[in-house]
């Protein structure tokens, strides 16, 4: 039972790469989201989808890019990393009315 | 505008005693509330979670209260123990599967 598994788990990036964090899920849900966590931040929803085909902006959009294909994919593009973009990356899924499954997260470092 | 907030950053307390983690929301629209823990390089995993139509939900030493009207909820850990050291976010959403807004966290540390 995979749950939420996000690719890769470590990832350094020079200014001005592109890259995609990979997330996939394999329990049917229809919403999946992104966050980041800085220190004293908390969690912060960059995007989330409501199902495939269908996705919106979270508190903190800008530099990313997201899309949902097929229900059990979620990838997370940027498309210019800049060293504000360092950070740990999670991805979630989840059911109506349900608690939220994280994947392990990802460590972005952009030097 | 943070509309889910953790006031208290950081929590120590004794192995054996009561710890209560805090959280307020300013959102009248929530209607469903979740904690998570969170160790160091891994993923949040829920913890404890209450609809808006109770005010308290039991899970073992795990209990969270909600209070509509203060907007305010509370987690209760009874009896506390080592292992319940960790980060610990307070969430909110409206609505079936719509998005989870997170608190700040608050850092737990139980003292043997």
């Known amino acids: 039972n995979a749950g939420v598994t996000q690719t890769p788990k470590f990832q350094v990036l020079k200014t001005g790469q592109s890259m995609t964090l990979q997330c996939a899920q394999d329990m049917n849900h229809e919403y999946m989201s992104w966050y980041r966590q800085d220190p004293g931040m908390g969690l912060r929803l960059i995007h989330y989808?409501?199902?495939?085909?269908?996705?919106d902006q979270g508190e903190v959009p800008n530099g990313y890019n997201v899309s949902r294909s097929t229900t059990e994919d979620f990838p997370l593009r940027l498309l210019s990393a800049a060293p504000s973009q360092t950070s740990v990356y999670f991805c979630?899924?989840?059911?109506?009315?349900?608690?939220?499954?994280f994947g392990q997260g990802t460590r972005l470092t952009v030097v | 505008d943070q509309q889910v907030k953790q006031n208290s950053p950081s929590l120590s307390v004794q192995e054996g005693r009561i710890s209560i983690l805090n959280c307020d929301y300013t959102?009248?629209?929530?209607?469903?509330f979740l904690w998570y823990k969170k160790y160091p390089a891994e993923g949040p995993t829920f913890l404890i979670s209450i609809s808006s139509i109770k005010d308290k939900n039991e899970d073992g030493r795990f209990t969270v209260f909600l209070n509509k009207s203060a907007k305010h909820l509370s987690l209760h850990i009874v009896p506390s123990q080592p292992g319940d050291s960790a980060v610990y976010f307070c969430?909110?959403?409206?609505?079936?599967?719509?998005?989870?807004?997170f608190g700040q966290g608050t850092r737990l540390t139980i003292n043997p």
């Open positions: 959102n009248s629209m929530f209607d469903y």
């Open positions: 989808s409501v199902g495939a085909g269908i996705t």
């Open positions: 969430a909110a959403s409206k609505g079936g599967a719509q998005k989870l807004v």
């Open positions: 979630a899924s989840r059911h109506d009315y349900t608690e939220a499954f």
